[in-house]
């Protein structure tokens, strides 16, 4: 049976309640804004490159608890990658998400596995994507808005 | 007629009949709160369709054989019943459709983008609508030049009936109002809203998706033109709706499909279409449906309206007065229980509704979350989302006592 402590677990709570990088970056290099109208969300992601690395990355909006944690998370995260580094993460978190319940989980993503629970959830698996896609768009300079149906 | 009694029904003996309410999700025991969006089917309704298939299944109005003699003799019972069941004069008022949403475009399409609407010509609706009840119209707008304007609705969740007065002028064309609000429970003043568009010159189309499954509907004491709604929110299949319609505007109204069974003759180029309602019945139509949602109509026909209406009006007393209770909750539309049905939206202070629904589905308990597919609503409130709980006839108070235990886990989540 799945866990609710697992998916609301304190680390999860906490990036929720206070999240990293949740402000704009005046001189931004890129910015994307992502949505999920099936539940309203909406997310901002503004990136600063220096030289083909991510040198300050922030976001503003409102959603979920899981979809604000992940976007916290995802800051730290990605601050100081280059982008394809940035690119394998998201790939690398993507298949922890929507891996079958019980799969280890790939260590190589840090703090990132905390949103292993996620996967018992299917629903919920685009409330923790939902940054991630904003921030590939805002890495590729998509100017639309991202929309997860 | 009598106004509904608050008296609970015999829920267990309800509940008995629909066999889903006997399993358990993720070990709890389920606690089914989404009525609104779709309600679950007792046995009999479910013995009705799997009948059809094993016994007399064949397409209705053309075979000469027995089974099809059968099948058509079911197929017309199941209008007759609905038609009995709204009060029309006539089963010949009753259209099948897939649901809601077809009937709407139906009259959208075949009264006003094909028929009687002309460019500037007002479509007046109101800003609490689902969206089945807005893009229909935006079609209208779009290929005809209509113009489409608003009722606003009160912080309690009514229409501002004075704003109704001032934008109804005789440039109004078509009134579409819902009967019953899907996300604030409001039911709005119908039979006064039909008849000040009467007086205008205007037709009322009436939305009655949220309704029909819960209280008496008399389409002839409404005095409503054309009204729809679905069999899958009053305890029939899915796939199966109604539109209702006077038969003077059903005969004006174009079909939306054309094929087989619409027509009298066809030759090449040009056809002749056959009567109403069937020329709106175009394509073999949902036979187990239309089938199960009679075996539906008979099901709360035998409970009754009234008792239904009664029940859910306890229901919701109870459920807005516990939740009334608990500190860091706030529930939208109308106080009133004899004003509004028993949808309950909700919000708790620091967690979102995706959240609630999620930590609420672990404990067995199914709510909706999101915007309720009412967007303008939602934007009126301010709101991104909420959750929402709605009731009918197998949920009792208990069910609310664990929705309440189900917000208080909740809360200490998000502590």
């Known amino acids: ?149 | 007629m009598a106004k509904p009694a608050k008296v609970l029904l015999n829920v267990p003996a309800i509940k008995a009949d629909f066999p889903i309410l006997q399993r358990t999700v993720r070990d709890k025991r389920l606690v089914y709160l989404d009525s609104a969006a779709t309600s679950q089917k007792p046995k009999q309704v479910i013995d009705a369709t799997s009948d059809f298939y094993s016994r007399y299944n064949a397409n209705v109005h053309r075979a000469i054989y027995e089974l099809g003699e059968e099948s058509t003799r079911e197929y017309e019972g199941a209008r007759e019943k609905v038609a009995a069941f709204i009060q029309a004069k006539s089963a010949m008022e009753i259209v099948f459709t897939k649901s809601t949403t077809e009937s709407i475009n139906v009259v959208a399409y075949g009264y006003g983008l094909k028929g009687k609407i002309e460019k500037g010509d007002e479509i007046l609706g109101t800003v609490m609508e689902h969206h089945s009840n807005h893009v229909p119209w935006h079609f209208v707008k779009d290929h005809k030049g209509a113009v489409l304007k608003y009722v606003d609705v009160n912080d309690d969740g009514t229409l501002k009936m004075e704003q109704y007065d001032a934008l109804l002028t005789n440039r109004t064309k078509i009134v579409t109002v819902t009967l019953c609000s899907n996300v604030l429970g409001t039911i709005n003043p119908v039979k006064e809203i039909a008849k000040r568009a009467h007086e205008v010159g205007a037709i009322c189309v009436v939305d009655a998706a949220q309704a029909a499954p819960h209280m008496p509907i008399d389409v002839q004491s409404l005095d409503a033109d054309f009204l729809a709604f679905s069999g899958h929110k009053m305890l029939g299949p899915t796939g199966i709706g109604v539109l209702y319609g006077k038969p003077d505007l059903l005969e004006a109204t174009e079909p939306l499909l054309g094929g087989g069974e619409m027509i009298r003759e066809v030759h090449l180029g040009w056809a002749k279409w056959n009567d109403v309602p069937y020329k709106f019945e175009g394509g073999t139509p949902n036979i187990a449906g239309a089938i199960g949602l009679g075996v539906a109509v008979d099901y709360l026909t035998t409970i009754g309206m009234d008792a239904v209406r009664g029940h859910e009006m306890e229901v919701t007393e109870y459920a807005l007065e516990k939740l009334a209770r608990l500190k860091g909750v706030q529930t939208y539309g109308p106080r009133d229980v004899t004003k509004r049905a028993g949808v309950v939206s909700f919000t708790i202070d620091g967690a979102h509704p995706h959240d609630i629904a999620s930590i609420l589905d672990v404990e067995g308990i199914c709510v909706r979350s999101g915007h309720h597919c009412a967007q303008p609503l939602m934007e009126r409130f301010n709101l991104p989302a909420t959750a929402r709980a709605s009731f009918y006839v197998y949920n009792d108070l208990d069910d609310v006592d664990a929705l309440v235990a189900g917000i208080k886990k909740v809360q200490e989540v998000f502590a």
């Not at chain 1, 949505?35 to 991510?54: A, E, F, K, S």
Request: hydrophobic content about 40%; charged content about 25%.
């Open chain 1, 1 to 149: 049976m799945p866990d609710l402590r697992e998916l609301y677990q304190d680390t999860i709570l906490d990036h929720s309640k206070r999240p990293r990088n949740f402000r704009e970056i005046a001189d931004a290099s890129a910015t994307a804004v992502g949505h999920n109208p099936l539940c309203g969300d909406r997310v901002t992601v503004y990136l600063r490159l220096d030289d083909g690395t991510i040198a300050d990355v922030s976001f503003v909006g409102q959603g979920c608890a899981i979809s604000k944690a992940s976007a916290s998370l995802m800051t730290d995260a990605v601050k100081g990658k280059s982008k394809s580094e940035a690119h394998g993460l998201f790939e690398r978190f993507h298949k922890m998400v929507t891996a079958r319940p019980g799969d280890p989980v790939d260590t190589s993503l840090g703090k990132l596995a905390v949103l292993s629970g996620v996967c018992e959830f299917p629903v919920r698996v685009k409330c923790a994507s939902l940054a991630w896609h904003t921030l590939e768009a805002a890495l590729e300079r998509k100017q639309e808005t991202v929309s997860l149906e």
